[in-house]
């Protein structure tokens, strides 16, 4: 079965500095691969998604994130962060099961920004 | 009004209550999804409709009874729950249930359940 793995419970980093967010996946092929992030209170919201093509995918709020076959990993990146990105991220991998699309989703990461 | 839209927004009941969840996506899309978030846990697929039929059903608990009168409406209908089963309920909403594109997340529904 596939699977999503965020090995970070917790980020903390300071305003300004560069963050990364692991993510791993197991599947036997090549999933469709998303971020999303969530607010308190709120929903999630979709930062960005990789299908297929270029493997360096950009996404709203100044997010990127690089797909690496070989390590089966999809980390989500941005050069500075800012106070307001204090939220948690959720990593999911989508695949097709009995005609249904199913998303699996990662436990999610808890970024703390300091000022 | 776009997006996906979740009533109410917190919710309290007992055990012995019979409440709705009601969700509403105003993006033309054929698939929606309930999803349950509970602290410390992944996020839970618990059923997923496409095209009004209900296609995944999670091994959720008869407690919990979907509806889907038709693409634009779910509803999530308790009775009898459990303190555990006190959570954020997502509804969720893509283009189709076979690409996933365009999923797009209501607010969600703050369970209690006392």
């Known amino acids: 079965a596939q699977s999503v793995t965020q090995p970070d419970i917790h980020i903390t980093v300071s305003e300004g500095a560069s963050l990364e967010l692991r993510c791993n996946y197991s599947y036997g092929a090549t999933p469709y691969l998303f971020w999303y992030v969530q607010s308190p209170g709120q929903g999630l919201q979709l930062l960005l998604k990789y299908f297929s093509g270029d493997t360096l995918v950009q996404g709203i709020k100044g997010f990127e994130a690089e797909f690496k076959r070989s390590q089966s990993s999809f980390n989500l990146r941005k050069p500075s962060v800012h106070w307001s990105d204090a939220a948690e991220y959720f990593c999911?991998?989508?695949?097709?099961?009995?005609?249904?699309?199913?998303?699996?989703f990662g436990r999610g990461t808890s970024l703390i920004v300091h000022p | 009004e776009t997006g996906v839209t979740q009533t109410p927004r917190h919710l309290v009941m007992g055990m012995t209550n019979k409440k709705s969840l009601k969700c509403e996506q105003h993006l033309g899309h054929n698939a929606m999804y309930w999803y349950k978030q509970s602290a410390k846990k992944p996020l839970e697929l618990m059923f997923v409709y496409n095209f009004k039929e209900q296609t995944e059903n999670n091994s959720v608990p008869s407690r919990f009874s979907p509806e889907c009168p038709n693409s634009s409406h779910l509803f999530l209908h308790l009775h009898t729950l459990q303190p555990e089963d006190s959570a954020l309920y997502l509804c969720?909403?893509?283009?189709?249930?076979?690409?996933?594109?365009?999923?797009?997340f209501g607010s969600g529904t703050r369970l209690t359940v006392v």
């Open positions: 999911a991998v989508g695949l097709i099961s009995g005609g249904s699309y199913i998303p699996t």
């Open positions: 969720a909403s893509s283009q189709d249930g076979r690409t996933g594109n365009s999923y797009t």
